[in-house]
């Protein structure tokens, strides 16, 4: 039987299926420390014990996005807050290919922020 973190990424249609699965793979080649686990009904990424992203789908532009937890506090031009206090938010175009270097560039500033959060 699948867990629901896996059914999760089954449930989805493509192209988006495909975009989510490579975003997982993404973040958790990123840090042998990351791991996968289903938090708050959606795949959450946790950094040594330490909530650290979270993959979902934007309801306005029906685009997969990473989700960071602490990205308040990340001064990225690509990162958007909208209405969260806490949390910014990395909308992926599944149309084209992943922006990698980008995203494994706001994982490394989420990881720090993560290591030095009291």
Known sequence: M???LDNF???KDEPVRSC???LKEVILKHNQEITAEWKFQLPFFYF???ML???WIHKKYKQPYIGFVDGGLIDHPDLLQEKRAR???LLIDQAIDLPI????TI????IYICLNKK
């Open 2 to 4: 699948l867990s629901e």
């Open 9 to 11: 990424y089954l449930q």
């Open 20 to 22: 989510l699965l490579a």
């Open 48 to 50: 040594t014990g330490k």
């Open 53 to 55: 992203c979270y993959l």
């Open 87 to 89: 949390m910014k938010i």
């Open 101 to 104: 270097e980008k995203i494994n």
């Open 107 to 110: 994982l490394t500033s989420a």
